[in-house]
Nanobody, 124 residues
Framework: QLQLVESGGGLVQPGGSLRLSCAAS????????IGWFRQAAGNEREGVSCISSTGGITNYADSVKGRFTISRDKANNTVYLQMNSLKPEDTAVYYCAANLDYYCSGYPEPYDYWGQGTQVTVSS
């Protein structure tokens, strides 16, 4: 059984940076596409970024393009989301999710495994 644990969230000032980690255990992530999602209070869960199982394809929501970068670390069985130039509207609980497929999706439905989430708060 694949288990995902997010970490790296916290409180940061506007313009600051955070790096979120999605660490996997139980199975290797090598065959899984990974997505990062976020859910702000009162809002639906939305796709932020995703990466194919080999890392060759990445996608970003328009709202984070140029500011966020997703990457995979095979050796550590971990996927990262580097978030720069953070804005108050990035405040949300961030989740990573895994789908046994090459291609990734920006929609939550295909994903079978989810982490518990990590809170990101951008505020001065």
């Amino acid at each position: 059984q694949l288990q995902l644990v997010e970490s790296g969230g916290g409180l940061v000032q506007p313009g600051g940076s955070l790096r979120l980690s999605c660490a996997a255990s139980g199975l290797t992530l090598d065959y899984y596409a990974i997505g990062w999602f976020r859910q702000a209070a009162g809002n639906e869960r939305e796709g932020v970024s995703c990466i194919s199982s080999t890392g060759g394809i990445t996608n970003y929501a328009d709202s984070v393009k140029g500011r966020f970068t997703i990457s995979r670390d095979k050796a550590n069985n971990t996927v990262y989301l580097q978030m720069n130039s953070l804005k108050p509207e990035d405040t949300a609980v961030y989740y990573c999710a895994a789908n046994l497929d090459y291609y990734c999706s920006g929609y939550p439905e295909p994903y079978d495994y989810w982490g518990q989430g990590t809170q990101v708060t951008v505020s001065s």
